[in-house]
């Protein structure tokens, strides 16, 4: 989506949607990792709990247990609407 919204400068109203302020945290991390994920040859690569840690030591931040199910899950969602977009 974010790159329909570059080449087009028409941003799609599903990059328009509002996270709760409660969520705000979960969504930036996720953004963080989400933008140094590696791919493969027609997919996106899940991020590992290695990439998870490193990025966790790098920045300071301390997910939960409870926050690292809910990156590894928004994680998975994007993996497979990748895979069906291809």
Not at 43 to 48: G, V
Not at 73 to 85: F, I, L, N, T, Y
């Amino acid at each position: 989506m974010e790159l329909i919204w570059k080449k087009t400068k028409v941003k799609p109203a599903e990059l328009s949607l509002e996270v709760p302020d409660l969520l705000f945290h979960l969504w930036s991390w996720f953004c963080e990792l989400n933008s140094k994920r590696t791919a493969g040859f027609a997919s996106l690569n899940p991020i590992s709990f290695t990439e998870l840690k490193a990025w966790s030591d790098l920045t300071g931040q301390k997910p939960t247990p409870t926050e690292v199910k809910i990156l590894m899950k928004m994680d998975a969602v994007m993996v497979e609407s990748h895979g069906r977009d291809s």
